[in-house]
């Protein structure tokens, strides 16, 4: 493997001094780049994730074209429902599909914690062949979706503004929600691991659905298994964990020993400090629409973001995934402000 040129990221996340504050953007492989489209007009969705050489090629794309400081495999966090057993259809323009969602105990038998060196393999020879491709310009970040944003698309069978069958499972089959977070918080642990082992620097953990929850739902539902996930995996990489709209439950998820936690922009970078603590990174939290501005307002726009956060323990993010309609230029924009500041 080759020594890493570029290690700004990891730097920041181990909480050492940086030249700069480090860059990647979340959904940065893909939608609003024009040669993914061209890949994605010639192959399903399925078939980019599963063959190692277009995973690696879409993953690449972002540090060739960008600029960013890291590249994140292409994949979806719904290839751990697929590999538990749940028919997963992911449809162009419209999302996930999982016609046959979990809806009581009986179903748990449709589903297992697999061998995801299996089961998830095609994975893993992603990462291998980006690492190799990579040939050590910058980390390489793994990820997976947090078991409560799984149950989420597992029970609702389909995307939703409120998951509120999933929440209503919740309150109406507690034991079967639980053991099903389980079994989807051991699979992911091992998935994780084996993600290391391919080559991933560091790993993020989704849960997009997080601030769904109430505070105390937040902790029954899902911190609680994010929490095992991080103390399985915190010691053999940094992690990254986000939780999109949870801010309340920072100083919660600092207590985990996350290295980072990412914020969206419903939260201000002073505010989300004072919560978190001094000894954890921030990641976030330019609201991806605002990268439609013009480039000199994005500009303006970055600058005072850097400064909200301060030089040091952060890195510059997008507060969710990169939009399909940002123009590249914008994109680059983004980036290249944050290296130039």
């Known amino acids: 493997m080759s020594a890493l040129k570029n290690d700004l990221l990891l730097r920041a996340l181990r909480g050492e001094k940086t030249e700069r504050t480090p860059v990647w953007m979340m959904r940065q492989a893909g939608r609003y780049l024009p040669d993914y489209i061209k890949l994605r007009d010639k192959y399903s969705f399925f078939e980019r994730c599963e063959n190692p050489e277009l995973a690696t090629e879409i993953t690449v794309m972002p540090v060739d074209q960008v600029g960013v400081d890291a590249a994140i495999i292409f994949s979806d966090i719904l290839v751990v429902p697929q590999a538990m057993g ?3 259809q992911l449809i162009e323009k419209l999302g996930p599909l999982l016609p046959a969602p979990i809806k009581g105990a009986a179903d748990l038998k449709r589903v297992c914690v697999p061998d995801v060196k299996d089961k998830l393999h095609y994975v893993f020879d992603a990462l291998r062949l980006t690492k190799q491709t990579l040939a050590g310009r910058v980390p390489l970040i793994g990820f997976a979706g947090a078991p ?3 149950l989420c698309y597992m029970v609702q069978g389909k995307g939703s503004k409120t998951f509120d069958e999933a929440k209503g499972f919740c309150y109406q089959q507690p ?3 639980h053991q099903l977070l389980q079994m989807l918080t051991d699979t992911t642990i091992a998935y994780l691991k084996e993600q290391v082992a391919a080559g991933a620097d560091l790993v993020q953990l989704f849960d997009s659905w997080g601030g769904l929850l109430s505070p105390e739902d937040f902790e029954t539902f899902s911190l609680q298994y994010m929490r095992q996930i991080v103390a399985a995996l915190k010691d053999v990489c940094p992690v ?4 999109k709209g949870a801010w309340f439950a920072l ?17 201000q970078p002073q505010r989300a400090r004072a919560f978190a603590g001094n000894n954890v990174t921030l990641q976030g939290n330019f609201d991806p629409a605002r990268l439609l501005l013009p480039i000199p307002e994005i500009e303006k ?9 301060g030089p040091q323990r952060h890195i510059a993010n997008l507060g969710h995934g990169i939009l399909p309609n940002i123009p590249v230029d914008h994109a680059k924009a983004f980036v290249q402000t944050v290296i130039n500041n």
């Open 175 to 177: 034991e079967v929600a």
């Open 86 to 88: 749940l028919e997963v």
């Open 148 to 150: 409560w944003t799984l």
């Open 240 to 243: 990254i964990m986000f939780a």
């Open 251 to 267: 100083e919660e998820m600092a207590a985990t020993g996350a290295h980072g936690l990412g914020i969206d922009w419903s939260i």
């Open 301 to 309: 726009a970055v600058k005072a973001m850097l400064k909200a956060f």
